[in-house]
């Protein structure tokens, strides 16, 4: 099923995407007018009236609905996928818009330096918040509400409400590790664990996809429940400042975790019968389970070694490798360095379980390792790393920032993961398994996946790991 009809491309997206537009606009429009930067808009037609403003923005917004009903003509039109396709597209417009095109027209230099970019952090969620009401508007438009009513059965929501209330409870705890009250994170996972059957109980994913969904998921959330629901409801006013992202970054992390918890506990609840972390049944399982557990296992071993090893560069750097040494009771970089290499395989092996036959093309492998290793960072550069060393989660901007080097590191190390293990995993074919269906398999596969929502979730996944720092910057 697709947002827009498939035939007559550009043409049938017409309808479907200003409709979708005009909604977008709205939203967007509405919060424009409360931050007061109408008048920027209206500028561009040598104006400075915020009713001018409202207009132009509003046509803007238009010819981008149906840009984005014709991108996503070709996909699933269900609500979790098409919401980061969404995301996706808002954030890279707001790259090319506010940031590129807007000083142009009006007669003013390009500046791409991180005062500007925090200048528009306002209009980094505004256009977040636009590509959501964009990509839900078309998948009601689309008719897919058989997708909404499968996550409004009462197994469905008690999964999602058990899932979302146990990872509230964990992520909970951890922020009362960092130093700070729990906040609203333990009450956070109750609407959290009932929206996400809501957005994605359509989906048939293995646990890992789901967990780098469900982080997504936690940083959208992230926005509603920090940056714009309080102040709207307190004040009546929304404050998408840099001061403000600054201020709610320390919640971030645990928002993160929050989200990919319960993703991870629904789908582990969601599989109890059928067994845990299965293959997709079109991969039929033509192998013994112990020679398949044997062998991704060596593929995890052998791929979180390169993968380690290029982290190694960025420890090096940082001089990070006495840090990790500290795990065991060592000081030196020798102790350090075999110390993160084990940890490297063990995270490598959790990747082979995780992500076993995700990745059906070396772009895929890189998608999943790149979000993987960012996940990653949240979990262990951010929070288990400083408690086993005996302090608390580095949860709040300041931390973050100092954490930067370990980002890169983290998903330096992602890349390298997938794509090693992608290679390893594509030349372990059954031999009783011709090549031609082998190939038929991983074509069919690699279609249904770019259908869905994972190239989006790739490219959403870097685009946060280059807002984190922005964000962070200069917080406290």
């Known amino acids: 099923m697709s947002a827009v009809p498939r035939a007559g491309g550009l043409r049938a997206a017409v309808l479907p995407g200003a409709v979708a537009g005009v909604a977008g606009g709205l939203v967007f429009g509405a919060a424009m007018a409360m931050l007061g930067t109408l008048p920027t808009v209206a500028s561009i037609v040598r104006a400075d009236s ?22 996503v003509s070709r996909q699933r039109a269900r609500a979790g996928e098409l919401l980061f396709w969404g995301l996706a597209y808002g954030a890279f417009w707001w790259f090319l818009g506010p940031q590129t095109l807007l000083p142009l027209l009006r007669g003013l230099p390009v500046a791409w330096d991180l005062a500007g970019a925090r200048a528009l952090v306002p209009s980094l969620i505004g256009h977040l918040c636009y590509g959501t009401a964009v990509a839900l508007v078309l998948v009601l438009l689309s008719g ?35 130093g700070a009250s729990p906040g609203p994170l333990p009450l956070a996972g109750l609407p959290l664990g009932l929206g996400y059957p809501l957005l994605f109980s359509a989906e048939r994913e293995g646990a890992g996809p789901a967990i780098v969904r469900g982080a997504a998921y936690g940083f959208l959330c992230w926005i509603a429940a920090e940056l714009t629901l309080p102040p709207l409801l307190r004040d009546g006013v929304l404050d998408w400042s840099h001061t403000a992202a600054a201020a709610a970054a320390g919640r971030l992390p645990g928002y993160i975790l929050l989200g990919a918890l319960t993703s991870a506990l629904f789908t582990l609840l969601g599989a109890l019968a059928a067994g845990l972390f299965t293959d997709d049944v079109r991969l039929a399982r033509t192998e013994a389970p112990g020679a398949r557990g044997l062998r991704a296992t060596g593929h995890g071993i052998l791929a979180g070694l390169a993968g380690g090893l290029v982290f190694t560069g960025v420890m090096v750097a940082a001089g990070a490798l006495p840090t990790v040494a500290r795990l065991v ?13 084990v940890i490297a395989q063990i995270v490598g092996v959790s ?26 960072w949240v979990l262990g550069g951010l929070t288990l790393l400083p408690v086993l ?51 038929a398999a991983r074509v069919a596969a690699r279609q249904e996946q ?27």
Do not use: C, K
């Open 50 to 71: 915020p009713y001018t403003g409202f207009a132009v923005h509003l046509v803007i917004a238009v010819v981008l609905g149906i840009g984005f009903a014709a991108l």
């Open 144 to 178: 897919s509400r058989d997708r909404v009513r499968s996550g409004l059965r009462p197994t469905v929501l008690l999964r999602g409400a058990a899932a979302g209330l146990l990872a509230g409870s964990v992520v909970g705890g951890l922020g009362v590790m960092a």
């Open 329 to 341: 009771g060592g000081q030196s970089a020798a102790v350090g360095l075999l110390v993160h290499l």
């Open 351 to 376: 990747y082979a379980v995780l992500f076993r036959r995700r990745g059906f093309d070396l772009a895929s492998g890189l998608g999943w390792g790149v979000s993987y290793g960012f996940v990653w």
């Open 389 to 439: 060393l005996g302090g608390e989660p580095r949860w709040s901007a300041a931390g973050m920032a100092a954490a930067f080097p370990s980002l890169v590191g983290h998903l330096a190390y992602g890349a390298a993961l997938g794509m090693v293990y992608y290679a390893l995993e594509a030349r372990a074919n059954p031999w009783w398994v011709t090549r031609n269906e082998a190939e």
């Open 450 to 476: 770019t259908l869905g929502s994972a190239p989006a979730l790739w490219t959403l996944t870097a685009i946060l790991a280059l807002i984190i720092p922005l964000l962070v910057a200069g917080g406290g």
